[in-house]
């Protein structure tokens, strides 16, 4: 049986479709396909009900997983007992604030997962790294970018606020309103200006660095403030989220690498980037 077709079978599997496992076997759809079709006809039965969601394995295909992913293990152990092992590849990644949590450590398991060896250390992206996780307004010129993530913001409010009655919050009437200053955030300076432009003033109650601790004082009524429009942000209970009419602040978030010599070993986080892009529909690489 082809060693080949069973990796095939549990990227598939576990990624829930033919594309997703093409991305993470690094082969085209119809290799996949191909290599699936063949293991079933070899095994006589269909291992996969296809359909335009992706694909969910048949009790046949959820009674080969165990073993495939037994086989595959044991490979791989055997490669190790007679391989000596390179030295891991040092990567430096420099990370601004407020990137997300969840969303951060998908990438970075990915990463690590794709990478070849990699010893990945995160620092601060104003330290020395080899890349560095920014948003586009940071970018430097000696540096190309790879969008990742497009984040819209929202003005969060305790539960039960008045304004969290309306679809919508006006600028004027963030005039005087208790509020929760982050900094450093680029979404806050674009704020700051139109507030400024427009003769209006927040009452500042607290200045922090981190969202997780702004928004548990959002929560906890001390003021409100203004968080990027994330889904698990969006569904917290105590907090309500509105845009602020005519201020579309918004910022791109991606990898920011030298334009020359850049190390080989970021190239799959760039294609992690790419792909997350294009699953936005947010076209192509800026």
């Known amino acids: 049986m082809d060693v080949r077709s069973l990796r095939y079978f549990i990227a598939a599997y576990e990624s829930g479709s033919i594309s997703a496992a093409a991305r993470r076997c690094h082969v085209a759809q119809p290799s996949i396909s191909t290599a699936l079709l063949q293991l079933e006809e070899r095994l006589g039965t269909p291992l996969f009900e296809r359909h335009r969601r992706g694909i969910t394995p048949t009790e046949e295909g959820q009674r080969l997983y165990p073993l495939a992913r037994q086989v595959s293990e044991d490979?791989?152990?055997?490669?190790?007992?007679?391989?000596?092992?390179?030295?891991?590849t040092p990567i430096r990644l420099g990370l601004m604030r407020s990137l997300g949590a969840h969303r951060m450590t998908d990438l970075l398991k990915e990463y690590i997962?794709?990478?070849?060896?990699?010893a990945l250390t995160l620092v601060n992206?104003?330290?020395r790294c080899d890349a560095r996780i920014i948003g586009e307004q940071d970018l430097v010129t000696t540096e190309c970018f790879q969008p990742i993530w497009h984040d819209s913001y929202r003005l969060a409010l305790p539960e039960g606020h008045p304004l969290a009655s309306q679809a919508t919050v006006s600028l004027n009437e963030l005039d005087?309103?208790?509020f929760i200053w982050r900094h450093p955030c680029a979404a806050m300076e674009q704020l700051a200006l139109?507030?400024?432009?427009?003769?209006l003033r927040c009452q500042v109650r607290a200045r922090l660095r981190t969202i997780e601790y702004t928004l548990g004082l959002v929560a906890a009524g001390v003021g409100a403030s203004l968080v990027p429009a994330w889904p698990d942000i969006l569904a917290r209970p105590d907090v309500q989220c509105r845009p602020v009419e005519g201020l579309p602040i918004h910022q791109i978030i991606g990898v920011a690498y030298p334009a020359r010599h850049a190390s080989p070993a970021l190239a799959p986080l760039l294609a992690l980037g790419r792909e997350a892009w294009a699953?936005?529909?947010?076209g192509a690489t800026g």
């Open 75 to 88: 490979l791989d152990a055997i490669g190790r007992l007679f391989h000596t092992p390179s030295p891991p």
């Open 113 to 118: 997962n794709r990478g070849d060896n990699l």
């Open 125 to 127: 992206p104003e330290e």
């Open 194 to 199: 139109a507030l400024n432009e427009a003769g």
């Open 279 to 282: 699953q936005a529909g947010l």
């Open 176 to 178: 005087g309103l208790p």
